[in-house]
């Protein structure tokens, strides 16, 4: 069964609006962690932000932010005031357990093209 | 934050030669590091975990005696892909976390062409 599921294979937005990527997680354990990478065409992946099952707030970094809605099982990552260099590949990604064992779980990803 | 180092970017090998990838953890000790691997348009699948000072954990349908796995030190994980084929042509990553991190931080990544 799928742990990861990221619905939109791809998304096109306007330059300086803000997008949202969906991902949807299946785990048992209560202790997890949501991760969201970015993998630019150089493939390297960089990462953005992180949820623990735990945190009662919604990550945010920067332009990124976290809509975690545990009842729902859903950890998507919002994009504001979107730019050309935001354009790439996304994971989400679930690590199980407590943290100290980076084995992470990878969504399909999601292609994000900004227009100008 | 923490640097992932991994060594070739790229490589490009004859059908039936070794290939060895290096990754190193440059300013932290890494017990840990991870080994995916992802072909085109496809997301990042785990191959292997490599434990420093004693066996890597292979994931189901990963052919250890063809994907090995050595961890001699702290800061060092390598992968040797043995009598590369076609067919393992691939993006290959490592990732390294310190212990009490909340992030795994990956290398650059290594593509693989066999020829």
């Known amino acids: 069964a799928q742990k990861i599921t990221q619905t939109q294979p791809g998304m096109f937005v306007q330059e300086k609006e803000a997008v949202t990527l969906d991902c949807t997680y299946d785990t048992s354990d209560q202790s997890y962690g949501l991760f969201w990478y970015k993998q630019p065409s150089s493939g390297e992946m960089i990462f953005l932000i992180y949820?623990?099952?735990?945190?009662?707030q919604n990550a945010t970094e920067g332009r990124y932010s976290l809509n975690f809605q545990k009842a729902r099982k859903s950890a998507n990552l919002v994009i504001s005031a979107s730019q050309l260099g935001d354009s790439a590949m996304y994971f989400c990604?679930?690590?199980?357990?407590?943290?100290?064992?980076?084995?992470?779980?990878f969504g399909q990803g999601t292609r994000l093209t900004i227009n100008p | 934050g923490a640097v992932v180092s991994q060594h070739p970017s790229w490589v490009i090998c004859k059908s039936g030669t070794s290939v060895k990838i290096e990754c190193r953890s440059l300013?932290?000790?890494?017990?840990?590091m991870f080994w995916y691997r992802q072909f085109p348009k496809q997301s990042l699948m785990l191959m292997a975990t490599s434990n420093e000072g004693s066996k890597a954990t292979y994931e189901q349908g990963v052919e250890k005696d063809k994907f090995l796995i050595n961890h001699a030190s702290l800061t060092l994980s390598t992968l040797t892909v043995t009598s590369a084929h076609p067919e393992d042509s691939s993006f290959y990553i490592c990732?390294?976390?310190?212990?009490?991190?909340?992030?795994?931080?990956f290398g650059q990544g290594t593509r693989l062409t066999v020829v």
């Open positions: 990604a679930m690590r199980e357990g407590e943290w100290g064992a980076q084995k992470l779980v």
């Open positions: 990732s390294a976390s310190e212990m009490k991190n909340t992030e795994a931080f």
């Open positions: 300013d932290f000790q890494a017990t840990t």
């Open positions: 949820q623990g099952s735990y945190d009662e």
